[in-house]
């Protein structure tokens, strides 16, 4: 099994860009992002307005072929409604959200 783990992205757009292509390129069973996902120090709402990119981007590494693990970091607000231990989207079936 073939696996790519990375952390601390905080919503930096190139980063998962790049992400992206290394998934692609590579072609991992699957990639673990652990912890930092969304914007760091600009309150809850600018980490709900990201939730949108951030599905693209698991869309993205889940075509690429790659199960996509999501693990919140300390400045994740976990009190976000899809935050919750466990969270497996219905129409993302190869994404989860630890």
Same mark, same amino acid.
């Given at each position: ?19 992206? +292509? ?5 072609k991992p069973d699957l990639?673990? &992002? ?8 600009q309150g809850t709402l600018? +980490? &709900?307005?990201?939730? #949108? ?15 996509? &693990? ?18 497996? #989207?219905?129409?993302? #079936? ?5």
């Open positions: 099994m073939r696996w790519m783990v990375l952390a601390d992205i905080h919503h930096g757009e190139n980063k998962w860009e790049l992400l992206v +292509q290394a998934a692609k390129a590579h990639v673990a &992002v652990a912890g930092d996902l969304l914007p760091k120090d600018a +980490q &709900v307005a990201y939730l #949108p990119g951030l599905r693209a981007y698991a869309e993205a590494i889940n075509a690429a072929g790659a199960e996509l &693990v999501l693990i919140l970091g300390n400045d994740d607000n976990r009190d976000i409604g899809c935050f919750t231990s466990g969270y497996r #989207p219905a129409d993302l #079936p190869h994404t989860r959200l630890i």
